[in-house]
């Protein structure tokens, strides 16, 4: 299995967490009451860890990449696969975040 096929899986699996309509569904049955904002609020707390692993993964690079003579190449088009995935991945956790955080409550 070479990267791009890798990449092409990711992106679909984000691709559909992204357009899942859950979260709608729920507002719409909650009619967004105290206690959705709550379980809403709690999930948005866990997405904002996904940033700063974020912020501490590129800093950790930066570091490296400043202390090592490493040449890194990036084309635009990688680069925003990349950001693609990386909204995948922050839908897929603020998803799973309000689905745990609404059975919980």
């Given amino acids: 299995m070479n990267e791009q096929t890798i990449i092409l899986f990711f992106l ?7 357009l899942y309509l859950w979260k709608a569904k729920k507002e719409i049955e909650y009619k967004k009451d105290e206690r959705w904002q709550l379980v809403q609020n709690r999930a948005n707390n866990a997405e904002k ?4 692993i974020l912020i501490v993964f590129v ?11 490493i040449q890194i190449t990036f084309t635009l088009n990688r680069i925003l ?10 839908n897929a956790i603020e998803l799973f975040a309000l689905r745990y955080f609404d059975k919980q409550m």
């Avoid at 679909?12 to 992204?18: D, P, Q, S, V």
């Avoid at 800093?59 to 003579?69: G, M, Q, S, Y």
């Fill in 49 to 52: 860890y996904l940033y700063y």
């Fill in 81 to 90: 696969i990349y950001v693609v995935l990386f909204i995948g991945l922050r």
């Fill in 12 to 18: 679909i699996i984000g691709t559909c967490i992204t």
């Fill in 59 to 69: 800093a950790v690079i930066e570091v490296v990449l400043l202390f090592r003579d």
